[in-house]
Nanobody
Framework: QVQLVESGGGLVQAGGSLTLSCVASGITFSGNTVGWYRQAPGKQRELVAF???????NYAGSGKGRFTASRDNAKNTVYLQMNSLNSEDTAVYYCNVQFWRARLQYDYWGQGTQVTVSS
C-alpha cells in the first residue's frame, strides 16, 4: 500500500525558512512524477513544484526563486526547501506521486503538513 508522509511544517516568522520532507512507502519516488502542492484557507490547491520522472524540476507560482525541491532516492524522500517565507505562503503543503501500473494511472497524496508564516 502506498503511503506518503509529510513533515517539517510549523510556525515561522516572515523572512524565515523551512524544509519540508515527504517519505514514501509502498512506492519509490525514483522514476515517478512527484509534486509539491499547497492549499491556503478558502483557496484551491495549487502546484508549487514538480519533479518529473526524468529528473527535471519545475516550479510554479510565487515560490519560484525562493523554493527548492529535491529528491533523495536512497532515502525515498523528497524535500521542499522554502526561503524568504511570507504570509502568503501560509497553507497546508502536500506531496503527491503519480505513476502508471498495468495501464492504470495511480495518484496518491500525503496527509499534508501545516505551514504558518507570521508577519
Amino acid at each position: 500500500q502506498v503511503q506518503l508522509v509529510e513533515s517539517g511544517g510549523g510556525l515561522v516568522q516572515a523572512g524565515g525558512s523551512l524544509t519540508l520532507s515527504c517519505v514514501a512507502s509502498g512506492i519509490t519516488f525514483s522514476g515517478n512524477t512527484v509534486g509539491w502542492y499547497r492549499q491556503a484557507p478558502g483557496k484551491q490547491r495549487e502546484l508549487v513544484a514538480f519533479l518529473s520522472s526524468g529528473g527535471s524540476i519545475n516550479y510554479a507560482g510565487s515560490g519560484k526563486g525562493r523554493f527548492t525541491a529535491s529528491r533523495d532516492n536512497a532515502k525515498n524522500t523528497v524535500y521542499l526547501q522554502m526561503n524568504s517565507l511570507n504570509s502568503e505562503d501560509t497553507a497546508v503543503y502536500y506531496c503527491n506521486v503519480q505513476f502508471w501500473r498495468a495501464r492504470l494511472q495511480y495518484d496518491y497524496w500525503g496527509q499534508g503538513t501545516q505551514v504558518t508564516v507570521s508577519s
